[in-house]
């Protein structure tokens, strides 16, 4: 499986996008970007996933370059709610549904 | 608002003794995860079932772990004898098969923090 690699940590203004980035350059075609977060003290939480084209759902966006070598996920009005572990994870399609975590990125929403 | 339910949240024993880790899927899940998360080695997958059959549980000690799905509704992770090293917060995770697992959408419970001293 591909690797990913996210900066360890990132702050953010409250009511500003949260730019979250994610390199993956040795993606493969059939490998499928996923973001989960967790928040202090829960589980991880899906947030969305893509394979080439953007998606938006009612959490975030995803945009994935055209090369498909990065990624970058979008919280459009961060609050402080989100400050949480944002973990990009890159697999492939298939039957086994086994998720490979990194370390994530810490991001801190700053009132 | 359908949740899996993890208990208990937290355990603390001491080395040697039995523990056990339950879990409750959300109901019509038919695959369950148990996953291991510590400061060293992040989160890692221990094993995981589908339709109460283990798929692989490669991930798992198998000298003292051991992983249950009696019926549908409960899962469990049995840890004898404990030990410290065994300290982490330890996480339940359902889906479907087929859909929304099919695009690897896993629902986490809150965990289980054990401390074995």
């Known amino acids: 499986d591909a690797k990913t690699t996210q900066p360890t940590s990132m702050d953010c203004a409250e009511g500003r996008a949260a730019n979250l980035p994610c390199n993956h350059s040795t993606i493969s075609g059939n490998e499928y970007v996923y973001w989960y977060r967790q928040i202090h003290s829960q589980g991880p939480q899906y947030i969305i996933h893509?394979?080439?084209?953007?998606e938006t759902n009612e959490m975030a966006s995803l945009i994935i370059t055209e090369d498909r070598k990065s990624s970058t996920l979008i919280l459009p009005h961060a609050t402080l709610r989100d400050t949480a572990v944002y973990y990009c994870i890159v697999r492939p399609r298939g039957s086994n549904y086994q998720l490979i975590w990194g370390a994530g990125t810490k991001l801190i929403i700053k009132p | 608002d359908a949740r899996v339910t993890q208990t208990p949240r937290h355990k603390v024993t001491e080395m040697g003794q039995e523990v056990t880790m339950r879990c409750q899927p959300i109901?019509?899940?038919?695959?369950v995860f148990w996953y291991r998360q510590t400061m060293m080695q992040g989160l890692e997958l221990l094993a995981y079932?589908?339709?109460?059959?283990?798929?692989?549980d490669s991930g798992m000690p198998k000298d003292r772990f051991s992983a249950e799905m009696p019926d549908a509704t409960l899962a469990t992770l049995k840890i004898q004898p404990s030990e410290p090293r065994d300290s982490a917060v330890y996480f339940c995770?359902?889906?479907?098969?087929?859909?929304?697992?099919?695009?690897?959408?896993?629902?986490f419970g809150a965990g289980t923090r054990l401390s074995v001293l």
């Open positions: 079932f589908r339709n109460r059959a283990p798929l692989d």
């Open positions: 995770a359902s889906g479907l098969v087929p859909g929304e697992l099919a695009k690897n959408i896993q629902y």
């Open positions: 109901l019509g899940h038919n695959t």
């Open positions: 893509g394979l080439k084209n953007n």
